[in-house]
């Protein structure tokens, strides 16, 4: 665990035994300890061990913060409020109506994942609907000592949150601000199935920006200082890769081919910027194939819109 600023401390959680994969955060003060974005059960034991370093344990954590609901960010929730029933989970409306009832994400996940969802994640624990906090963006609240407002912020998923913590100036952004590994600036799109929304997307960076952070915390992976910067080069990468699907989608017809020229795009883009080393840790972490599935599905659903709204 490494202290980030004042009673802000980042746990790295070894996704599938990667460093810089996924990361939670651990907020305390004023007797109270809040995790944002306590990832998969299939890294529990590694999130035990962080917060043994800190001589803590899952059942002295009284809140979680979830930015959104997908396997890697909230997966475990369920499964430590199982084993600490204090545990308050505070996620956006339409999210916890799927923590409560994890069936639909469920199906949705294994028609991604396949076989290899059990493996990847763990288990998916439903959590009991008292201890959901329900959000919609716009609330302010105390808890671990400070204040913390929460914007939301769509684009990559409709249940999606900001937290802005007051006392640090830190944003926890979630996806929204896309993965980056630390030491280099390039910033890569995060863009899965099924709500991809460019356009609103839009709106929720520069929502980001507007409220000025000092540090944006982002879940794959840390913290970075160089906000505007950032920022912009999340906003230029999302609309790069969406043009590139776009065009892929207009030029080949087998869907195959689709999928293995958007890869190698993707690929030449990481290799052509990065040493070798960071090259793997971003296709790791961008997932070029699941981004793929999230852009032609926008596009797709762009299409029919516009051919309904044409005159017969």
């Known amino acids: ?14 996704f599938r035994g990667f460093r810089g994969a996924i990361a939670s955060c651990l907020l305390e003060g004023a007797d109270e300890l809040a995790l944002v974005d306590c990832g998969p059960a299939s890294c529990l034991p590694k999130l035990r061990e962080g917060l043994a370093e800190r001589g803590l344990a899952v059942g002295d954590l009284t ?5 959104h609901i997908h396997f890697d960010h909230a997966g475990a929730a369920g499964s430590l409020v199982r084993e600490n029933p204090r545990l308050r989970v505070y996620v956006h409306g339409i999210g916890a109506t799927h923590m409560a009832d994890p069936t639909k994400l469920l199906k949705s996940a294994k028609r991604l994942y396949g076989d290899a969802l ?4 763990g288990e998916f624990v439903a959590v009991p609907k008292d201890n959901l906090v329900a959000l919609d963006g716009g609330e302010k609240f105390r808890l671990a000592g400070r204040e913390i407002e929460v914007a939301y912020t769509p684009g990559h998923a409709v249940h999606h ?3 802005f913590d007051q006392a640090t100036g830190i944003a ?4 929204t601000t896309g993965m980056r590994v630390s030491g280099h600036e390039l910033v890569a799109p995060v863009t899965p199935p099924p709500d991809i929304d460019l356009d609103i997307w839009d709106e929720s960076l520069a929502e980001i920006a507007r409220r000025k952070p000092s540090s944006l915390f982002i879940t794959h992976f840390g913290p970075f200082d160089d906000v505007g910067g950032h920022l912009d080069r999340a906003r230029e990468g ?5 043009e590139r699907a776009k065009g892929i989608l207009a030029s080949q017809s087998d869907e195959s081919a689709r999928i293995a020229e958007f890869n190698a795009a993707a690929e030449k883009e990481f290799r052509d910027q990065l040493p ?3 090259a793997g840790r971003y296709l790791i972490g961008a997932n070029p194939m699941l981004s793929w599935y999230g852009l032609a599905r926008f596009w797709s659903k762009r299409a029919e ?3 309904t709204s044409q005159p017969q």
């Open 1 to 14: 665990m490494v202290q980030i600023a004042s009673n802000t401390s980042i746990i790295d959680l070894h």
């Open 118 to 121: 059990q493996q990847m994640f």
């Open 276 to 278: 070798a080393l960071a």
């Open 161 to 163: 949150v900001t937290y």
């Open 63 to 67: 809140a979680l913060l979830l930015t």
């Open 238 to 242: 999302l609309h790069r890769w969406a």
């Open 305 to 307: 819109i516009q051919n």
């Open 172 to 175: 926890f952004t979630g996806d």
